[in-house]
T-cell receptor
Framework: AAGVIQSPRHLIKEKRETATLKCYPI?????VYWYQQGPGQDPQFLIS???????DKGSIPDRFSAQQFSDYHSELNMSSLELGDSALYFC?????????????FGDGTRLSIL | DQQVKQNSPSLSVQEGRISILNCDYT??????FLWYKKYPAEGPTFLIS?????DKNEDGRFTVFLNKSAKHLSLHIVPSQPGDSAVYFC?????????????FGKGTKLSVIP
């Protein structure tokens, strides 16, 4: 079965640069979530979209923005990158938000800031 | 403040025996709970979930028990197999409160010894 696809898998940037992470949800899933996992930490929620509208916002820095497109894929845009942004970024998708639908995760993008 | 707690960082179990992973939560708004399994370099894989209206959910070798009064849930794996060796994350969300983001515990590393 098709899973959540994230690209790129690895990304190396320097401080103050910008980065764009992409997420392609499972077909027919209309909800996308972004999480950040630092070294040795649990995943922390950043932001989510349902039917192309922002539905929830967590601990996402103002330097980051995201959107969901008409084909339901999502992009996380990160600017003025800092050393502390080095982390694993996961995208998850679900079919709707209610009805106890589990979130299914991609394999993540590992972002390293030099 | 860690709202979802997995107090055992690691657990070792003999193949064929039962593995019991525990999770406690503090937020009484949580009403949907999930277990994820994670291998290195991969995203979390959904295993099983339970709604707060139930106290048990079973899927093959995996059973999740929920004790709402104690704010405690556990994942039972029986019989345990070497392929079950991974990090297991407990996660929770407050669907009834309109919050679909997942809050994770810090994970328990399960090692199943052949």
């Amino acid at each position: 079965a098709a899973g959540v696809i994230q690209s790129p898998r690895h990304l190396i940037k320097e401080k103050r640069e910008t980065a764009t992470l992409k997420c392609y949800p499972i077909p027919r899933h209309d909800t996308v979530y972004w999480y950040q996992q630092g070294p040795g930490q649990d995943p922390q929620f950043l932001i989510s979209f349902y039917e192309k509208m922002q539905s929830d916002k967590g601990s996402i820095p103002d330097r980051f923005s995201a959107q969901q497109f008409s084909d339901y894929h999502s992009e996380l845009n990160m600017s003025s990158l800092e050393l502390g942004d080095s982390a694993l970024y996961f995208c998850a998708s679900s079919l709707g938000q209610g009805g106890n639908q589990p979130q299914h995760f991609g394999d993540g993008t590992r972002l390293s800031i030099l | 403040d860690q709202q979802v707690k997995q107090n055992s960082p690691s657990l070792s179990v003999q193949e064929g025996r039962i593995s019991i992973l525990n999770c406690d939560y503090t937020n009484s708004m949580f009403d949907y709970f999930l277990w994820y399994k994670k291998y290195p370099a991969e995203g979390p894989t959904f295993l099983i979930s339970i709604s707060s209206i139930k106290d048990k959910n079973e899927d093959g070798r995996f059973t999740v028990f929920l004790n709402k009064s104690a704010k405690h849930l556990s994942l039972h794996i029986v019989p345990s197999q070497p392929g079950d060796s991974a990090v297991y994350f407990c996660a929770a969300s407050g669907i009834g409160a309109g919050s679909y983001q997942l809050t994770f515990g810090k994970g328990t590393k399960l090692s199943v010894i052949p």
